[in-house]
């Protein structure tokens, strides 16, 4: 039975990845900060899952968080925050606050659960562990919340870098990059942004969380070795590169 830690897990892309995950026999730790609707909608045979209440905003307490914890299969850095603020409006402690979730906490988790997970035999395929960053199509362009846009253009970054590094090792890092998805984060967007997006994306229409949380599965459970440091979109066409 694979581990595997998704942040984030307790709604939107994050919910459903868990739930793709469980159903594939996997054991979840589910990482996140209000489990009501984890509760609601997931099912699981005991043992299988467990939930870790934990502020991703606190980053320097991520190495004491996971101290124990057995050696994870993968990891899935989902969790991350838009505050859809105007550029000059924003306040420092919220753009520390964005960076730190949505850049410096997968960061340090990678850091932290690496030794572990290169300590671990290779499968058949020579990979100890498997990563998956969930980034955004607005790494690619300019994003109208400008610290938004940043800190997930640096985690496409850091992917790539990481995966240059750990390769040798049997770590496999990738990232997804989602466009307009219907999660709680889309919903406190403007309305003018919204019928932006819609315009843009080829199937004239938002993504499902459980369509990205199938190239979350695919990446983490079933991708060959040879996808490795790579970027998949998954944003109909909302930013053709």
Not at 4 to 23: D, Y
Not at 79 to 85: R, S, V
Not at 93 to 107: F, K, Q, S, T, Y
Not at 231 to 237: E, K, P, Q, R, V
Request: charged fraction near 25%; include cysteine; hydrophobic fraction near 45%.
């Amino acid at each position: 039975m694979k581990t595997i830690l998704v942040t984030g897990a307790t709604r939107g892309i994050g919910l459903a990845t868990t739930k793709r995950l469980l159903a594939r026999g996997c054991r979840v730790l589910a990482l996140g900060r209000d489990f009501s609707r984890f509760d609601r909608e997931v099912v699981a045979e005991p043992g299988r899952f467990e939930r870790i209440a934990f502020d991703l905003r606190c980053v320097g307490a991520i190495e004491a968080l996971v101290r124990d914890w057995p050696a994870l299969d993968g990891l899935v850095n989902n969790a991350a925050m838009l505050t859809a603020q105007p550029f000059e409006t924003y306040s420092v402690a919220d753009r520390r606050d964005l960076i730190g979730v949505n850049l410096e906490a997968p960061a340090e988790l990678v850091r932290v659960l690496l030794p572990q997970m290169i300590e671990r035999a290779p499968d058949a395929d020579g990979v100890r562990g498997r990563i998956v960053n969930v980034a955004s199509v607005a790494a690619f362009g300019g994003h109208p919340d400008v610290w938004y846009g940043a800190s997930k253009g640096a985690l496409v970054n850091l992917t790539k870098s990481l995966a240059t590094r750990y390769s040798p090792e049997g770590v496999l890092l990738n990232a997804v990059a989602p466009g307009p998805t219907k999660t709680d984060m889309f919903d406190r967007l403007p309305s003018s942004r919204i019928e932006a997006f819609e315009r843009a994306v080829l199937a004239r229409r938002f993504a499902e969380p459980d369509e990205v949380a199938r190239v979350i599965e695919w990446l983490v459970l079933d991708a060959p070795a040879y996808v490795n440091g790579a970027t998949i979109d998954a944003n109909s066409g909302a930013y053709l590169r």
